[in-house]
């Protein structure tokens, strides 16, 4: 159950991020799988700043900051 409920969350955060970066989404498929690499990456990012945030809006809130990161980096490469 906990994987499914991480997938959700992932793509959530996509969407989210997506809807935050103002145009610099690439729709709902792919935003969703950025926002999933983006919840492993912000997981990442905040373990190494010794950041933990618990429960469920804490796990999102770190997988829309690391989906808005990826989404950042990709729009510098995009261009």
């Known amino acids: 159950m906990g ?3 991480s997938l959700l969350l992932g793509c959530l955060a996509g969407f989210c991020a997506g809807k935050l ?5 690439y729709g709902i498929i792919m935003n969703c799988v950025l ?3 983006g919840g492993a990456l ?3 990012l905040f373990s ?3 950041i933990s945030w618990g429960g469920l809006l804490g ?3 770190t997988a829309i900051i690391g989906a808005v990161a990826i989404l950042w980096v990709a729009s510098l490469i995009k261009k």
Do not use: D, R, S
């Open 3 to 5: 994987i499914i409920i």
């Open 21 to 25: 970066m103002k145009g610099g989404g």
């Open 35 to 37: 926002g999933l690499f």
């Open 42 to 44: 912000g997981g990442w």
């Open 48 to 50: 190494l700043l010794g």
């Open 59 to 61: 796990q999102l809130g």
